[in-house]
């Protein structure tokens, strides 16, 4: 039954009116599959909301009678509040409205003997989970340390993601985990749930699944029960909930999907965009209705992530568009490092603070978390309110913490919270019991416990294990102390970390956390080289973390992109878009094509949360592990479409300040323009710029300055400049690269070269970084 949408506003009931003419046909079309293909901006919460008064309104269904699936408890609250106004009380009545696991969770109970629990089942949270997995590591004789508990449990959760049992489980997938254990492991762990009367949150789905494939007459109860389905957010679905979903569909099909295929950004958490790219093939005759009128962005901002998200060919498409003034265009605004990076943010921000504009509505978004760690410092410095969302402080950050106590106990022994912090992590097997111990022989004799743990080591009061672990770590204390005087204290950091067995913990656990907690610890030791001894960086830190009181004022808000999702703000800065940062080198490295779709969808979803003005930054240089590394611009900034973007590239050196319009191959030195005149070359509308000379893939210049006056010149790698490249190149050369190693050429773009090097795979490098094999 197809309810036409041609009565008059004043007939409307409540939830129809506002509603655009897609909006309104998502809302009418309650027969059969539906899928309501939502772009960014697009109201589709208000869709949603309104068709699930209107089922309610009309009476097509009892509240009992309708599925309707969020993915978070908040998503679920505001539905009920929404759809309450509209319709009344009526929605307290739903029981069937709530997330996967809610919903999961109410069935389960239901029907727990068919999977041989009880209904009263425990949920064990992860520090349960974790502590029953170690169990079975140890009594499966494997060493922790080696195979940690940790790594297991991703991996399981994995499984359940996908809708896989022991039973499911091969040899390929089985040797993930301990030499092809893993699956002997699941199997122990879920033996041990069920013996216990228990299920971790995976089950909550994978069990409900079991049951509807496995009794039919469930199946066939639950497929009545429910006249209609909605899920939100489909293109964030995993496996398990894709196939849990179509069962439940399968009888009556009247299921309304609501998602966006251009915003499905959680693979590392099990989504499959594949769910909202197939479903007109799941559901056949299915009906795709398009909201693409944006009511948050300008045209520009609306423009430019429309070009880049046009470059992936795994979507349905859709073009966004909306009745809002043009505005200003998307600016792309290339800086020489980080640090400048930060330092220019900074000052557009307080532009933005002069011209009237609350610190509450702007935003800078970044792809890792270690990205925060200049902005927050540059923010100190200036004295600009901030806050991080979605996660901690970077140095407020557990991992960072534990690199700051080993820190400070080098730099000062009688640090006794830095001690307690160290002294177990990782695990020495040093107890509660041993620390007790140190800690009554400290208070007796009035000592910092790095001396009680010297003096209680020639005793017999702890274990033969416990006293050579705990001498291991003293004397590592003492000499770390004798190579302070000798090492820079970066370098101090870095060895640090690594012979205390801090950096293999990370390692060993195959984790997306893990590789972002590595990526922290690597940007804390590059924090440490602009300082110039290892006190004046821990009195830095000391201030950094001074957090201060009283009211609330506005803030800058600074979070990573995934984050940001479902977010929007006035003004955006969008910081990084380098090679290798944004694309995610790692990401690219583990899932080629289908991640590189992944990090163009994640461009998109970030240009989109301005909502009036977006800055891409780019630098030229980024430094890592104590050396500069040049940087290319990311391939996302060659995707935007010249009529929605304004590009600057500034540059940096001495007192000089550089702006300079570019495109790429094309020489960046032609028609080089003095004074403030204006062309396409270079320009500085204060000073004379005197003749460039280059040399190879650098340049040199000179500016007059006024105040003071004197000449300043600059030096720098032509690096986001758009050279030509060398002539002496060309693609299936052999060359070598001082980092990746000896390669071949596979593309040539300008200056930017594509390498497949024999160790490091392909790489995306600048043509002035590479020798030719003789």
């Not at 060493?143 to 297991?152: G, H, I, N, S, V």
Request: proline letters at 4%; glycine letters at 8%.
């Amino acid at each position: 039954m197809t309810h036409s949408s041609t009565d008059t506003a004043l007939a409307d009931p409540p939830y129809l009116r506002g509603l655009n003419p897609p909006q309104r046909e998502a809302v009418l079309t309650t027969e059969g599959p539906v899928l309501m293909l939502a772009g960014a901006g697009t109201g589709k919460t208000a869709a949603l909301t309104a068709r699930l008064a209107h089922l309610l309104f009309t009476k097509l269904a009892w509240p009992s009678e309708i599925l309707s699936v969020t993915f978070t408890n908040k998503a679920a609250r505001e539905m009920r509040e929404r759809v309450g106004r509209l319709v009344g009380d009526v929605v307290e009545g739903m029981p069937w409205l709530g997330t996967f696991h809610a919903i999961g969770a109410k069935m389960l109970r239901r029907h727990a003997e068919l999977v041989g629990l009880q209904s009263n089942f425990t949920i064990l949270d992860t520090d349960d989970q974790l502590r029953l997995l170690k169990q079975l590591i140890l009594a499966a004789d494997l060493d922790e340390k080696r195979f940690p508990a940790r790594a297991l449990a991703g991996l399981i959760d994995e499984w359940k993601n996908k809708g896989l049992v022991p039973a499911d489980i091969d040899a390929g997938e089985s040797e993930r985990y301990a030499n092809g254990r893993g699956g002997e492991l699941y199997q122990r762990y879920q033996d041990r749930l069920k013996a216990v009367n228990a299920c971790d949150f995976g089950d909550l789905l994978l069990h409900m699944l079991v049951v509807l494939r496995t009794h039919r007459e469930v199946l066939e109860l639950y497929q009545q029960r429910f006249k209609y389905i909605m899920v939100d957010e489909y293109q964030d679905t995993n496996s398990v909930q894709y196939l849990w979903l179509r069962l439940l569909a399968q009888e009556r099909k009247n299921i309304a999907c609501v998602g966006d295929d251009d915003q499905s950004i959680y693979s590392w958490r099990g989504a499959q965009v594949e769910n909202i790219l197939r479903f007109e093939h799941d559901f056949p005759g299915a009906k795709v209705i398009r909201l693409e009128q944006n009511y948050r962005s300008t045209p520009h901002i609306l423009g430019a992530a429309g070009g880049v998200i046009a470059n992936n060919s795994g979507r349905l498409g859709k073009q966004l568009w909306t009745e809002l003034d043009a505005g200003e265009k998307v600016r792309v605004l290339g800086v020489w490092d980080g640090p400048e990076e930060a330092r220019r943010v900074g000052e557009e921000i307080e532009a933005c603070q002069k011209n009237g504009k609350s610190l509450d509505e702007i935003a800078i978004l970044v792809r890792a978390g270690h990205q925060t760690r200049e902005f927050e410092d540059r923010f100190i410095a200036i004295g600009m309110a901030y806050k991080i969302v979605g996660g901690f402080r970077f140095y407020e950050r557990a991992e960072i913490r534990d690199a700051l106590a080993y820190l400070r106990i080098v730099n000062q022994p009688a640090d006794d919270l830095a001690f307690e912090r160290i002294v177990n992590t990782p695990k020495r097997g040093l107890g509660d019991k041993a620390l007790a111990k140190l800690h009554q022989l400290a208070r007796r004799a009035g000592t910092p416990l790095t001396i009680a743990a010297a003096r209680i080591l020639d005793t017999d009061e702890l274990t033969p294990q416990a006293r050579k672990s705990l001498g291991r770590l003293i004397g590592d204390i003492a000499r770390w102390r004798d190579m302070a005087s000798e090492l820079p204290h970066p370098e101090l950091a870095r060895q640090l970390l690594d012979e205390s067995g801090y950096t293999a913990m990370w390692q060993a656990e195959k984790s997306v956390e893990a590789a972002g907690r590595l990526e922290n610890l690597s940007e804390l030791v590059r924090a440490m080289e602009e300082y110039e001894s290892l006190g004046a960086f821990l009195e830095h830190v000391s201030l950094v973390m001074e957090r201060e009181g009283g009211e609330r004022v506005p803030q800058v808000t600074i979070m990573t992109i995934h984050a940001a999702k479902g977010l929007e703000f006035d003004t955006v800065f969008l910081a990084g878009w380098e090679e290798g940062l944004f694309p995610s080198q790692r990401a690219l490295d583990e899932g080629g094509t289908r991640s590189l779709e992944e990090e163009r969808r994640l461009a998109y979803v970030a240009i989109t949360r301005a909502r009036r003005r977006a800055v891409i930054l780019h630098a030229a240089n980024r430094r890592i592990y104590g050396q500069w590394t040049s940087s290319l611009p990311s391939r996302f900034v060659a995707e935007l479409p010249a009529d929605h973007i304004e590009t600057e590239t500034t540059m940096s050196g001495g007192e000089s300040l550089w702006r300079a319009n570019w495109s790429e191959n094309a020489d960046p030195f032609a028609n080089v323009t003095r004074g403030s005149g204006r062309g396409p070359g270079w320009q500085r509308a204060a000073g004379t710029l005197e003749p460039v000379k280059v040399d190879g893939g650098s340049w040199t210049a000179r500016t007059f300055t006024r105040e003071p006056s004197r000449i300043v010149e600059s030096r720098g790698p032509a690096i986001s400049l758009g050279n030509p490249g060398r002539t002496d190149l060309s693609v299936g050369q052999r060359v070598f690269h001082q980092k990746f190693g000896h390669g071949d050429i596979a593309e040539i773009e300008g200056n930017k070269l594509e390498i497949d090097f024999d160790q490091a795979g392909r790489k995306r490098v600048m043509d002035s970084f590479v020798t030719v094999n003789n």
